[in-house]
């Protein structure tokens, strides 16, 4: 089943925070998170393994609960390049035979 | 090092006619797959493959076949295009550790009329 995703958009000031969640109804292997801008392909972000487990890029975080099989990214600090289209996408099984699901997207914008 | 190559970049097809979408990755991944990208559906699988010889289904894998030869190439058969797979695909790739990122390629843009 395709993740959920929430916020589906978020408008921000540069400088702003925001956190965009991601929920699986099924037991999860990884999360994965990639930002995509407008007519070019999704761009890797991090992966977050089971364990509970938090990653940080710069001021890009993310955390998995894999307990609750939910993924939240933290984008702290807000740049203008931050803008685009945020997806998470989940793994379930041992993460190598399974298959990558996408959820719908959350468009982010950040204004001046 | 071409990462995940994806040909035609733009294609027009009438109602009816079949086609081959192209992907080859240089990397040597074992796993490759194919998405779909419609406004606001996100990127849906249409087929995946976890290596040569091995091909699965997707989320929306009707009116599309795959197969897997080489470890390098997965094309994508649309055997009687209709409007609605009017959309962008990608192709995209991974190795096998299970923190390997997926590598897309740069997207074909197709139009059904």
């Known amino acids: 089943q395709q993740p959920v995703q929430s916020p589906q958009a978020v408008i921000l000031r540069e400088g702003e925070d925001a956190v965009i969640n991601c929920s699986s109804s099924k037991a999860l292997y990884s999360v994965h998170w990639y930002r995509q801008k407008h007519g070019e392909a999704p761009v890797f972000l991090m992966i977050l393994l089971k364990g509970g487990e938090q990653k940080g890029h710069e001021k890009i975080s993310a955390s998995f609960n894999e307990k609750k099989q939910q993924s939240s990214l933290y984008l702290t600090a807000s740049q203008l390049s931050y803008s685009g289209t945020y997806f998470c996408?989940?793994?379930?099984?041992?993460?190598?035979?399974?298959?990558?699901?996408f959820g719908t997207g959350t468009r982010l914008q950040v204004f001046p | 090092n071409a990462g995940v190559t994806q040909t035609p970049k733009f294609q027009v097809l009438k109602t009816g006619q079949s086609m081959t979408l192209q992907c080859a990755q240089d990397m040597n991944h074992e796993y490759m797959s194919w998405y779909r990208q419609d406004p606001g559906m996100g990127l849906r699988l249409i087929h995946y493959?976890?290596?040569?010889?091995?091909?699965d289904q997707g989320e929306v894998p009707n009116g599309y076949n795959v197969s897997r030869s080489t470890t390098e190439d997965f094309p994508l058969r649309l055997l009687s295009a209709a409007p609605s797979q009017t959309s962008v695909y990608f192709c995209a790739s991974k190795g096998s550790r299970g923190n390997s990122p997926l590598h897309f390629g740069n997207g074909t843009r197709l139009t059904v009329t």
């Open positions: 493959s976890v290596g040569a010889g091995i091909t």
């Open positions: 996408g989940t793994e379930g099984g041992s993460g190598n035979t399974d298959k990558l699901i």
